[in-house]
C-alpha cells in the first residue's frame, strides 16, 4: 500500500464547476498535510496547507481534513481554465526528525472550457 | 532572490559521469530539501539539512548519491558513475522552521532537469 494515495486520473470539470481532489494517508502520526499545483514542466507551488481537522478556505479553494479517517481533500469552486494542472497531496509528521514530505502521484485536472 | 534558485537548470551527462546540482534556499530558511521526480510520479525524498547537518539522508537511493551544506546555506548534491536511471527532475525545497506548524511549509526551486545518456 502507498503511504499517500491519490486518484492519478484524468479528472474533467466543466469551466465554472467545483473540482473535487481526494487523498489518503496511511501514516496515522501525520501532522501536516499540503496540496501543491504543479503545471506541465514546472515545480510544485503551494496552494494550501492544512493542520486541523475540518476545512480551511483561500478563496476559491476549500482544503478539508478529517484525521479518523486519514482523508484530505481540495474542493476548487469556479473553476478557471488555469487551473488545469496536476495536484499533488503531501503529508508530513511535521513533528523534529520527521519532516519530510511524502507526495501521492498526483491527480491530473483539466478544465473545459 | 526571492526564490528558492538551482542550477543547471538542465544538465545532461553521460552514464559514468560525475555530476553536482547546486540549490540557493530562501534566505533565512533553516531547513533544506532534496528531492527526486520521475515522470508521472510525485517527488519523493532524498535528503534534508538542518542548518549544516544533515538530518535524514534516509532517500539517497545508494552511496553514488551524496550531498552537502557547508555553511547551512547553499547545498551541492552530487551524483557519482551517473546511471541512466539517475534521470530525473532534481527539486530542491526550503523551509523557514521544520516542524512548527505554519513554519513548516517547503516552498520548491524550479528543478534541475537531469537526462543520462
Known amino acids: 500500500q502507498k503511504e499517500v494515495e491519490q486518484n492519478s486520473g484524468p479528472l474533467s470539470v466543466p469551466e465554472g464547476a467545483i473540482a473535487s481532489l481526494n487523498c489518503t494517508y496511511s501514516d496515522r502520526g501525520s501532522q501536516s498535510f499540503f496540496w501543491y499545483r504543479q503545471y506541465s514542466g514546472k515545480s510544485p507551488e503551494l496552494i494550501m496547507s492544512?493542520?486541523?481537522?475540518g476545512d480551511k478556505e483561500d478563496g476559491r479553494f476549500t482544503a478539508q481534513l478529517n484525521k479518523a479517517s486519514q482523508y484530505v481533500s481540495l474542493l476548487i469552486r469556479d473553476s478557471q481554465p488555469s487551473d488545469s494542472a496536476t495536484y499533488l497531496c503531501a503529508v508530513s509528521g511535521a513533528n523534529f526528525g520527521n519532516e519530510k514530505l511524502t507526495f501521492g502521484t498526483g491527480t491530473r485536472l483539466t478544465i473545459i472550457p | 532572490g526571492a526564490g528558492v534558485s538551482q542550477t543547471p537548470s538542465n544538465k545532461v551527462t553521460e552514464k559514468g559521469k560525475y555530476v553536482e546540482l547546486r540549490c540557493d534556499p530562501i534566505?533565512?530558511?533553516?531547513?533544506l530539501y532534496w528531492y527526486r521526480q520521475s515522470l508521472g510520479q510525485g517527488p519523493e525524498f532524498l535528503i534534508y539539512?538542518?542548518?549544516?547537518?544533515?538530518?535524514?539522508d534516509s532517500g539517497l537511493p545508494n552511496d553514488r548519491f551524496f550531498a552537502v551544506r557547508p555553511e547551512g546555506s547553499v547545498s551541492t548534491l552530487k551524483i557519482q558513475r551517473t546511471e541512466r536511471g539517475d534521470s530525473a527532475v532534481y527539486l530542491c525545497?526550503?523551509?523557514?522552521?521544520?516542524?512548527?506548524?505554519?513554519?513548516?511549509?517547503?516552498?520548491f526551486g524550479p528543478g534541475t532537469r537531469l537526462t543520462v545518456l
Open positions: 534566505s533565512g530558511h533553516t531547513a
Open positions: 492544512i493542520y486541523s481537522n
Open positions: 539539512f538542518q542548518g549544516t547537518g544533515a538530518a535524514d
Open positions: 525545497a526550503s523551509s523557514f522552521i521544520p516542524g512548527l506548524k505554519s513554519k513548516d511549509t517547503q516552498y
